[in-house]
């Protein structure tokens, strides 16, 4: 009996996370849930749980590379999903790695919980990250995805140039290399959460698409790991990034429009929210009628 065909392969680099919120758990159910086949390069292994994360312990990179090398030497890979790394000789042993598969289409998240410590040098280690994350990853990069208010940040500490008072922390990475930039309203006040997309050689001073999504109540933790890895399993499937944008928000909407508390602390998205019983949750658009996002693209 021949072999079954083969789903699109997505690589994903992400630290452990026990509670499945984020890290390598989320992406493989996240990929799995979208009809793709998730292939894993730990990069560290943390303690967190719903409420959020308490430490983390890189793995060295050398075991990064072995790890992905091995998988990229016996398998096609048709996307890769970057998340947490945890030291900048981990962040160069990505850069490498995705130097030599450059035709592969890579979707980079920043928008990672960072640990929630007083420790300096841990500060230290984040700050060096988040800079070598910067000079060699977004470079690389097919689509950014980040939080606003964390490009923000990122701004204001002067670890993200930028050339002008006008010029956004978005079109700084453009202007950096990034392809696209996909930039998450998710903790901006309102009840519209407002997601914006720059890029592909459009002006980067407009918007190549902009997003409007109803605020679900509640706190949730993994929203942006869910966004990226199924962006990344979408141009797995072959999808061009202005399709898959939106298909991607609406997924991780309904998800979110899932979520569960299952401890104490912040609500988890439901990734297999279309295999429940029941009506699946209708993704309504800025009116809340049942029609989707609402997108003003230029």
């Known amino acids: 009996m021949p072999a ?12 452990s996370d026990p509670s499945a919120g984020s890290g390598i758990q989320a992406d493989l159910l ?18 967190q749980d719903s409420a959020g994360l308490e430490d983390a312990e890189a793995i060295a990179p050398e075991w990064i590379d072995d790890q992905a090398r091995s998988l990229l030497e016996d398998m096609p890979v048709r996307a890769f999903k970057v998340g947490g790394l945890f030291a900048a000789e981990a962040v160069a042993a990505v850069a490498e790695i995705l130097a030599d598969y450059s035709a592969v289409p890579v979707v980079l998240h ?25 000079e060699l990853l977004i470079p690389q990069a097919t689509v950014v ?9 990122l701004a204001a500490d002067g670890l993200l140039e930028t050339d002008s008072p006008e010029e956004t ?10 392809a696209w930039v996909l930039t998450t309203g998710l903790h901006q006040p309102g009840d519209i959460v407002v997601n ?21 109540p509640g706190n949730f933790r993994g929203a942006g790991a869910t966004l990226s890895a199924a962006l990344a399993a979408l141009l797995a499937n072959g999808m061009e990034v202005r399709d898959a944008v939106p298909e991607a928000q609406e997924y991780t909407w309904r998800s979110l429009a899932s979520g569960f508390q299952p401890g104490m602390g912040r609500l988890l998205p439901d990734r297999f929210f279309w295999a429940r019983q029941g ?19 230029s």
């Open 145 to 153: 995805v980040a939080d606003g208010l964390r490009l923000a940040q």
């Open 30 to 47: 996240t990929c799995a849930s979208m009809g793709c086949h998730a292939l894993t390069v730990m990069t560290g292994y943390t303690v």
């Open 169 to 178: 922390a978005a079109q700084a990475l453009l202007r950096r290399g990034a």
């Open 110 to 134: 920043l928008g990672a919980d960072p640990p929630d410590t007083d420790d300096a040098e841990m500060e230290d280690t984040a700050e060096e990250v988040m800079a070598a994350t910067l």
């Open 279 to 297: 009506d699946e949750p209708a993704a309504p658009g800025a009116d809340g009628s049942p029609s989707g996002p609402t997108e003003d693209a």
């Open 4 to 15: 079954a065909p083969t789903p699109p392969l997505v690589l994903t680099f992400a630290p």
């Open 196 to 216: 914006t997309l720059r890029g592909g050689g459009d002006s980067a001073a407009e918007p190549a698409g902009e997003y409007r999504w109803p605020r679900l």
